[in-house]
């Protein structure tokens, strides 16, 4: 079983439609991300939290907005989607306890807005 | 303005010699630096680290150094494979800037047996 799962992996959708995609992991971590990733661009951080009450803007956040529902659920929903938001997009964690940065990514979720 | 640059999008090499894959960055504050591996329809996966105290760090086939005045570093792997074949990333952070992961654009790696 993987340890950062993304549901779904593939959507396609409209514009103008609400979507939510969805993260959760078993890994214990207190820190989660979602970033996306366009071609060429390599991947940008939209939020980012570092516990359940702590939730931060990363470089591109317009447009998006998240939910940590509990330490393992981090979900992050595009309110009225538009064209541009077509992309791939991840979900990692991370373990503040560790003392090491490296972070630990789902399988993606590509998404379609047409 | 991009702060962790791969300027070759893509590198090609044979199996059994040497790949090295390079990146610079500008922000004078980053005192970690992450390789990442990412294969078609996975997430990427880390694969080495250095921190700024250091100038190399070896795992296995991968090495990565590190010259800090020149704000560069390098991920050797030797010899590669044809399983190396990927996409690369960079990734740096500094501890003021809460740990986050800054990445580069990426390097797809071919390994031709």
């Known amino acids: 079983d993987a340890d950062v799962t993304q549901t779904p992996r593939n959507r396609i959708t409209k514009t103008g439609k609400r979507i939510m995609l969805e993260c959760s992991q078993t890994?214990?971590?207190?820190?989660m991300y979602w970033y996306r990733q366009d071609p060429g661009l390599g991947l940008r951080l939209i939020y980012y939290s570092f516990d359940v009450k702590d939730i931060n803007k990363g470089e591109i956040s317009d447009g998006y907005s998240v939910s940590r529902q509990a330490q393992a659920k981090f979900s992050l929903s595009l309110e009225s989607a538009i064209p541009n938001q077509t992309a791939l997009y991840f979900c990692?964690?991370?373990?503040?306890?560790?003392?090491?940065?490296?972070?630990?990514f789902g399988d993606g979720t590509r998404l379609s807005i047409l | 303005d991009q702060q962790v640059k791969q300027n070759s999008p893509s590198l090609s090499v044979q199996e059994g010699r040497i790949s090295i894959l390079n990146c610079d960055y500008t922000?004078?504050?980053?005192?970690?630096f992450l390789w990442y591996k990412k294969y078609p329809a996975e997430g990427p996966t880390f694969l080495i680290s250095?921190?700024?105290?250091?100038d190399k760090n070896e795992d296995g086939r991968f090495t990565v150094f590190l010259n800090k005045s020149a704000k560069h570093l390098s991920l050797h792997i030797v010899p590669s494979q044809p399983g190396d074949s990927a996409v690369y990333f960079c990734a740096a952070s500094n501890q003021g800037g809460s740990e986050k992961l800054v990445f580069g654009k990426g390097t797809k790696l071919t390994v031709n047996p």
């Open positions: 890994k214990g971590h207190d820190r």
């Open positions: 990692a964690t991370s373990d503040r306890r560790t003392g090491k940065r490296s972070q630990h």
């Open positions: 922000n004078s504050m980053f005192d970690y």
């Open positions: 250095i921190s700024s105290i250091k």
